[in-house]
């Protein structure tokens, strides 16, 4: 259809190397269209919009959490933890750090809510939450490429050389360790909870998730569309040697009025995609999970075979939630691991996994607190 094409011709190089020029045929666009997709799943990025190449970790994260909790569900507390503290460090030390020291640091903290709950906003003193946030922003906010450039970057650069492996990349430890520390600080701080289930950034987590996949198409047509359309109906395409002419972008008062434009554009589809979009994929997903235990549903209650977590407790009842707890607590108390993985991730794949560990919340040992 075309729709790339003023992208191919911009002179941002991230926006027109992936400008993918139309195909001959409606055929051969739904086949390389097909061909994309299913590569998200094996090799990571397609031709199509490399900013999905997280899409296969979101799905590995899921099935480790998953086979983690199930494989972890009899064991006492302390053992619980001490498992899971050796899962981030073995995780740390053979430089899994785009998944496996980021599920495994939300599973540790998920077990903070589990032991303290409501009391976590109480539990340390005030200043104290408030400064672990701005440790975690600070580490948060080591630069991806030249850190040797700044002087506190190039300590945290070269004191983090001596505990990861080699040709690994010393960034994606530094910001997963960071937001780490930012979500200790959110998990204490009464203040920052109520700050952020307000009901402008309930929304905006939302629909976060639709932002994130729609957002690199949107910016390479809408956005540039409008950034670009008066440079391209006054430049020629090709000069005369037959080289391809980009336009160069408008001066800075123009975002002023196009970029309002284009993120209202960018919301209002995303929050289209969760009112269409996404009851379809559950409606989907629900048909194939019936279709799968169909023979079990229509066997009699006694012949159906104990959950394995009914060897743990009966089902327990459903929490009680403390008068003066605000939603991200309940939200914490009632997702636990599998939903902080989310959180942390912002991918939305392992959320139903939590329904098959109704009695996750009664290992609840003597010695906890």
């Known amino acids: 259809m075309g729709a790339f094409h003023m992208a191919s011709r911009v002179n941002a190089t991230w926006i027109r190397v992936q400008a993918h020029p139309p195909d001959s045929s409606w055929g051969e666009a739904l ?28 799905l590995q994260g899921s099935f480790r959490i998953y086979l983690a909790l199930l494989a972890m569900m009899l064991l006492k507390t302390r053992y619980w933890r001490l498992v899971t503290l050796f899962l981030y460090v073995w995780c740390w030390s053979i430089g899994d750090y785009i998944v496996g020291i980021n599920i495994f640091a939300g599973l540790m903290l998920a077990q903070l809510q589990v032991d303290l709950g409501s009391r976590a906003t109480s539990f340390l003193p005030k200043p104290v939450p408030s400064l672990i946030i701005i440790m975690g922003l600070f580490i948060w906010s080591f630069p991806q490429h030249n850190a040797e450039w700044m002087y506190w970057s190039r300590i945290m650069k070269h004191f983090l050389e001596q505990i990861i492996p080699n040709n690994t990349d010393i960034s994606r ?52 569309w409008m950034a670009y359309w008066h440079k391209a109906s006054t430049t020629p395409i090709r000069d005369a040697k037959g080289d391809l002419i980009q336009l160069s972008q408008p001066g800075g008062l123009a975002f002023v009025f196009i970029l309002p434009v284009f993120y209202t554009v960018l919301y209002a589809v995303a929050y289209s995609w969760t009112i269409y979009v996404d009851p379809v994929c559950a409606k989907a997903v629900d048909w194939m999970k019936r279709m799968m235990f169909k023979e079990e549903e229509q066997q009699p209650p006694s012949e159906k075979p104990a959950p394995l977590t009914a060897v743990l407790s009966p089902s327990p009842p459903p929490p009680i939630l403390h008068p003066q707890q605000t939603n991200l607590e309940s939200y914490f108390g009632l997702s636990y691991e599998i939903l902080l ?22 290992r609840a040992e003597p010695d906890r607190i």
């Open 341 to 362: 993985f989310d959180l942390m991730t912002r991918g939305r794949a392992t959320m139903p996994v939590a329904k098959y560990f109704p009695n996750a919340s009664s």
């Open 31 to 58: 086949i390389k269209l097909f061909r994309a997709l299913t590569l998200y799943w094996n090799t990571g990025p397609g031709e199509y919009d490399g900013t999905h190449w997280t899409l296969v970790y979101f």
């Open 173 to 224: 430890y530094w910001v997963s360790i960071g937001t780490s520390v930012l979500m200790v600080g959110i998990f204490f701080s009464r203040n920052a909870r109520k700050v952020l289930t307000n009901p402008v950034f309930n929304f905006l987590g939302r629909v976060s998730f639709p932002v994130y996949l729609l957002h690199n198409s949107l910016m390479r047509t809408i956005l540039v």
